[in-house]
Structure formats: structure tokens, C-alpha cells
């Protein structure tokens, strides 16, 4: 997590607080997390202190717990401290070499710091003297001549309004260039000069990549520059399928699996046949999942875009209680109200568009998963029955996308042939799952 957007206080501004209150709500890029107190003391907010909506660097001070007879700061400011660009298996390798990220040049898109760029600087230290750092006073004696700094904020803001940030005065520490500097040469320079024709400044309809729309743009491209994606399709025959959920709709058993539910269910028992699909990117190599505990993601459509909830121990579920899982797991999606916990530990991801009238379609992975599943709509086809005659089917295309990197095309392909097997005769894959649940030793 590099940002997040601040969702609101929790406690007043004076308020006593103590351990394990929760401050603040904090917005990451899939769920909106409570922040609790690990301090004690009276809550300080300063006047210039984020408002809700506010996207706050890591690192960002937007409050104080003052002790007693502690006198609150004069003056006080949300910092953005310059936070390099770096994935968490890239931040944790760093740590392990004590390397600092803020010495690395990244060489990823957009200046991202890779591990490889980390490695290159561990070796770069052996040979190339480290200069001593400059202080304050020979900075202000003229020894040596420093350019002005300004956070991403700011730079992404200049970029917007056309705005030359070194040239402007920054009121952050140290002299740094903050958002609301360029925000306000921007001001200023309204009705100076008419903006250039096709500049976003000067149309209406132009819409900034921001919020959770940015941060889903940056994931789907970590994916396809970390993975070599390739998707095999299978036509399934979904008969046993859709009979099977009429079945608990006649029963008018509560709540009613959805096609995704029991997919899931048939994906985790295949999964536990070929581990390989459910590994994960973890370190520079692969971590094969724990088929004790196979949690799987759902992609969910948000009004704020594509949100992927974890399932977790979907083998050892009964349909019943998955489908209320998944039910609630899609409610609180929808609802902003998943916790970071609920977001995590997926080894393996289904996405549906059935429900859109999709037949077939190309999922990207969720990186550092291996491979996703994409469900279709259940189509009513023409088929050729006994005697050659020809009556009315049910057919479902399953489309595996998997990362090449890590597993050929036939192991992948002979998943997938299991898995329209299961599909194909679901009760006979679901049986064998009671069947070992029940000799599954008691917590």
C-alpha cells in the first residue's frame, strides 16, 4: 500500500482516547479499514488536517496524541513524505538487504522499483562509495546547490494544469512543492492566459484517473508486465448444472447457490488435483497453495469498480453456507464495508460476466495468483441427441487464463478438461467432497 484515501474520524477533535479505539477510517485499494489507536493520550486534529476524500501518502502525519499537559503543535500539516514507487515482495527484499528504497532508481513503467533494481543496488554499493549526507547548514552556507523537490501529488497536478513546478515556491518542509502550490499557481493563472485549446483544463468532459479507478489501472498493468498471460476456452455442456440449482430452487432451500457458488465449489476440489494453478508469485518463485485451506477470489462489480473478495475455506463449505458467504462478501463489496482481512489470501480467482449475457471473454490474473477463471453466460443451443435427433441444450464457456511463466499449456489445459468434467456431472464431484468433509478431523 503506497496511498490511501482518508474516509473520516472516527473521534473528536480533544477526545480522550486509548488503546484499540478506532481514530479514523482509511481507504486502501480494496476495502475501507479501521484504524485503531496503538498510543494514548488527547486526540489533536490541526486545522489544516485531512478531510474525507483526501488521498494521503504512507507516512502522512494528520494528527496528534498529546499528553497530558502536552502543548499542542503551532503550526502543523498533512507531510507527504516521497514514497518510491515499490510493490510489497519489492519493499520486503529491501528490508531483508537493507536497502533504501529512496537510494533506488526504478527502471519499471512509470519509475516503479523492481527487485532487480534493489539487487543492482546491493551490488552498486559494494563498488561505488556512499557520500556522506548534507545537512541543513552547509545546505543554507552555498556548498551545495540543490533543485527544488515536490510530491507525486504535485507533479501529477502540474502535469494536469500545465504548471512548471520548479519554478514555484513551495510552502511543504524544507521548502518542498505541495499540491496546493500548484493548485494555487493554477488559480492565478486563470484569466492571465486562455488555456490551450484540447487541454484538460479546458474541457468539461476530461475525468482525472483517480481514487479506486487509478489504483485498478496500476494492478491490471502490474499484471500483464509481471505475467505472460495465455487463455484456453472450453464449451461445457451445462445441463447437470443448471438442473442441480433447480433442484434447491424447488426445495426452496435458502439462499439458493448462484452458478458462481458452485463453481467455486467444483474449482477447489480440481485445485486440489492440480496445485500448480493455485500457486502464487511470492519472493521471485512460487508458493504452492495449502489445500487444507483454499480461499478463492470473486471479482465483484462495484460502483467503484472491480473489487475481488476472498472465499475462504470453500472446500470444507457445504453450497448453503458459501452461498450466504458469497452473499455477504458481495453486499459488503457493494457497500464499501470489506475489511483488508477479506481481500487477502486468495491462491485462485473466479470472474463472471453470465449474468451480463457474456459468452466468452478474456480475465486478466490477479497478480501474484497464477490464473483466473472466466464464467460465461449458460446459452440455449441446439445439440444432437440420441438417434440423431436434435433438441435444445444447455451450454457455459470456461476460459482459463494462466501465466505461462509458471505453467505450461497442457497441465493447464488438463485442469481445465477436469474441471468441465466436474461441471459436466457436479454431483458425483460434490458427493466425494461431503464424503471427505466428514472424515475431516474436528477443530
Request: proline share 7%; charged share 20%.
Amino acid at each position: 500500500m503506497e496511498e490511501g484515501t482518508f474516509a473520516g474520524w472516527q473521534k473528536q477533535h480533544g477526545q480522550s482516547i486509548r488503546r484499540g479505539d478506532v481514530l479514523f477510517e482509511l481507504e486502501g485499494e480494496k476495502a475501507v479499514q479501521e484504524i485503531e489507536a496503538i498510543d494514548e493520550g488527547t486526540l489533536f486534529i490541526p486545522p489544516d488536517g485531512p478531510k474525507s476524500g483526501a488521498v494521503l501518502k504512507v507516512g502522512a502525519v494528520i494528527g496528534y496524541l498529546l499528553a497530558a499537559g502536552e502543548q499542542s503543535p503551532a503550526a502543523s500539516a498533512v507531510e507527504e513524505p516521497s514514497v518510491p514507487a515499490a510493490g510489497p515482495s519489492v519493499r520486503r527484499l529491501a528490508r531483508e538487504l537493507q536497502v533504501s528504497l529512496s537510494a533506488v532508481s526504478g527502471s519499471g513503467r512509470g519509475g516503479r522499483i523492481t527487485e532487480d533494481d534493489v539487487r543492482q543496488a546491493v551490488a552498486s554499493a559494494a563498488a561505488v562509495p556512499v557520500s556522506p549526507p548534507v545537512s541543513p547548514a552547509s545546505a543554507k552556507a552555498g556548498t551545495i546547490t540543490e533543485g527544488p523537490t515536490a510530491t507525486p501529488r504535485a507533479r501529477k497536478a502540474a502535469a494536469v494544469h500545465g504548471i512548471d513546478w520548479e519554478r514555484l515556491v513551495g510552502s511543504g518542509r524544507g521548502g518542498r512543492i505541495r499540491e496546493r502550490d500548484v493548485l494555487s499557481a493554477a488559480s492565478a493563472a486563470v484569466g492571465s492566459a486562455p488555456a490551450a485549446v484540447g487541454t484538460p483544463a479546458d474541457s468539461a468532459r476530461w475525468r482525472p484517473l483517480e481514487g479506486r479507478r487509478a489504483v485498478i489501472a496500476r494492478r491490471m498493468q502490474d499484471s500483464r508486465s509481471r505475467t505472460v498471460p495465455v487463455t484456453l476456452t472450453a464449451r461445457v455442456n451445462a445441463a447437470a448444472l443448471v438442473n442441480l440449482r433447480s433442484q434447491f430452487r424447488s426445495a426452496k432451500i435458502e439462499p439458493v447457490p448462484a452458478y458462481h457458488d458452485i463453481l467455486a465449489k467444483l474449482t477447489a476440489e480440481c485445485l486440489v488435483e492440480h496445485p500448480q494453478l493455485g500457486a502464487r508469485h511470492d519472493r521471485g518463485g512460487l508458493l504452492l497453495p495449502d489445500l487444507q485451506q483454499l480461499h478463492l477470489g470473486l471479482a465483484v462489480d462495484t460502483p467503484e469498480g472491480l473489487i475481488v473478495p476472498v472465499l475462504r475455506d470453500v472446500r470444507w463449505q457445504s453450497l448453503r453456507e458459501l452461498a450466504k458467504h458469497s452473499a455477504d462478501c458481495i453486499a459488503r463489496a457493494r457497500s464499501g464495508r470489506l475489511t483488508a482481512a477479506d481481500v487477502d489470501g486468495s491462491v485462485f480467482t473466479l470472474s463472471s460476466l453470465g449474468s451480463l449475457g457474456i459468452e466468452s471473454f478474456t480475465p486478466v490474473i490477479n497478480y501474484p495468483e497464477t490464473a483466473i477463471l472466466g464464467i460465461g453466460a449458460i446459452s440455449a443451443v441446439p445439440v444432437v441427441l440420441d438417434g440423431d435427433r436434435v433438441g435444445v441444450g444447455q451450454q457455459l464457456v470456461l476460459s482459463l487464463t494462466f501465466d505461462h511463466q509458471t505453467l505450461d499449456g497442457a497441465p493447464a489445459a488438463r485442469f481445465l478438461q477436469d474441471l468441465v468434467r466436474a461441471v459436466e456431472n457436479p454431483a458425483a464431484k460434490l458427493l466425494s467432497s461431503v464424503q471427505e468433509q466428514s472424515h475431516q478431523p474436528a477443530n
